[in-house]
């Protein structure tokens, strides 16, 4: 009887078309489980207080919140807690973040030992309130430096007033996220990370401001430096444009999606760190239900790109 028997080369071709085809199998599979994988962005809309223009009551501003398509309202610190809880429950609206109301008037950079104290102090009273509200992060400018307070000085005084607040932080379950503001501080994504990463604690983190960044850098790539730091954001628009032509404050005088943010490039950047949370716009033009209503809208543009 007569049997086919392949020769080395025709084994070896075959062998070989087999392992390509098993090799593309296996790549194809993975690149489907991994689309499967990947987390679809989960980004919650929130609007900062101090945004919300209209007159009234806490409930009547959260409610007009609500009905622009907002999820939750960031709170400041040191308001009537009884007041807050009560609108929150009755409008249903989150309370994510609190912003420290006194971070500016007492810096905890200051050379002053009791204004630090003072500001200490209101620290960690909005780390309660933040508790008592249900939100899991207090925005915190740490420090200012200017003609009286240097920058190691700046940095040194903040740390250790702030290393004083983690224990009641961690206790409380609420986190401490550093703010990006124009406050001759932190001007680095590197710097940031580092101010950051010294307190060794998971207590400490970063409220990143988008519209911060943009007259001297590129928010992108703050967002890839800070990465899981990263507890919340604000959604600012910022136009360089403006800026140079009308005033470095005039560069925040335009409306979102009109500036010089690169929104598609931020947006991809959180995806990128695996961020899920909250972006909230803390943009003018909220002082009418339609301007809200615009924000809003608005707001949900940039996270769909």
């Known amino acids: 009887m007569n049997t086919f028997s392949p020769t080395r080369r025709e084994f070896l ?3 070989g078309a087999t392992l390509a085809l098993a090799a593309a199998g296996l790549q194809l599979l993975a690149a489907e489980d991994k689309t499967a994988a990947a987390p679809k962005r989960s980004i919650k809309k929130g609007i900062m207080w101090g945004t919300i223009g209209l007159k009234g009551t806490v409930a009547e501003k959260m409610q007009a919140a609500k009905d622009a398509g907002f999820d939750g309202v960031e709170m400041m610190s040191h308001m009537s807690g009884d007041e807050v809880l009560k609108a929150r429950d009755s409008v249903g609206l989150q309370i994510p973040s609190v912003c420290c109301s006194h971070h500016w008037a007492k810096p905890l950079s200051s050379a002053d030992p009791k204004v630090r104290e003072e500001g200490l102090d209101s620290l960690k009273q909005s780390l309660r309130d933040a508790a008592r509200y249900g939100a899991t992060s207090v925005l915190l400018v740490p ?21 004083k607040a983690v224990p009641l932080a961690e206790e409380l379950g609420v986190k401490i996220a550093i703010e990006n503001v124009w406050n001759g501080f932190l001007l680095s994504p590197l710097e940031a990370a580092r101010y950051v990463d010294e307190f060794n604690s998971p207590a400490v983190g970063w409220h990143f401001d ?10 992108e790539q703050w967002i890839r430096v800070l990465g899981k730091r990263i507890q919340k954001v604000h959604i600012k628009e910022f136009s360089r444009t403006k800026r140079d032509k009308e005033g470095l404050w005039k560069g925040f005088d335009v409306s979102l999606l009109e500036g010089d943010d690169n929104w598609p490039a931020v947006v991809q950047a959180l995806d990128d760190v695996g961020y899920h949370g909250w972006a909230i716009t803390e943009q003018g033009g909220g002082d009418t239900p339609d ?8 707001l949900g543009k940039i996270l769909a790109l």
Do not use: F, H
């Open 210 to 219: 988008v519209g911060n960044v943009v007259n001297t850098g590129w928010p």
């Open 291 to 298: 301007g809200l209503k615009d924000l809003a809208a608005r």
């Open 143 to 163: 420090a200012v430096v200017n003609k009286d307070v240097s920058y190691p000085d700046a940095y040194t005084r903040s740390q250790t007033e702030i290393r």
């Open 13 to 15: 071709k075959t062998s």
